[in-house]
């Protein structure tokens, strides 16, 4: 089982900026893509943006150019660096990472619990 612990969120004001964390922990598993979601009140989780474990990227266009991930292998970590935020990045954002089994090819998701950030006007 691979757990995942978030960090880094809260309160800013339109235009500030958050950085927001997530380690991934357990045994027995490699850990390949990780990302960030997010999920505003009464939206559906969206793609943030996911990074391969060779470092490409993938970020929703409402983020580009705003938003950067980064990750550390060897740590099993993954960050987010939340730049000119706007009041609509508003939402509870969850790390994400899918990992297989050493001994498999078999690929699992797993979530953490989310950590709010919340941009006021």
């Known amino acids: 089982q691979v757990q995942l612990a978030e960090s880094g969120g809260g309160l800013v004001q339109a235009g500030g900026s958050l950085r927001l964390s997530c380690a991934a922990s357990?045994?027995?598993?490699?850990?390949?893509?990780m990302g960030w979601y997010r999920q505003a009140p009464g939206k559906q989780r969206e793609l943030v943006v996911t990074?391969?474990?060779?470092?490409?990227?993938n970020y929703a266009d409402s983020v580009q150019g705003r938003f950067t991930i980064s990750r550390d292998n060897a740590k099993n970590a993954v960050f987010l660096q939340m730049n000119s935020l706007k009041p609509e990045d508003t939402a509870v954002y969850y790390c994400?990472?899918?990992?297989?089994?050493?001994?498999?090819?078999?690929?699992?998701?797993?979530w953490g619990q989310g950590t709010q950030v919340t941009v006021s006007p």
């Open positions: 357990g045994t027995g598993f490699k850990i390949n893509d």
């Open positions: 994400t990472s899918r990992a297989t089994r050493w001994t498999s090819i078999t690929e699992y998701a797993f």
């Open positions: 990074i391969t474990s060779g470092g490409s990227t």
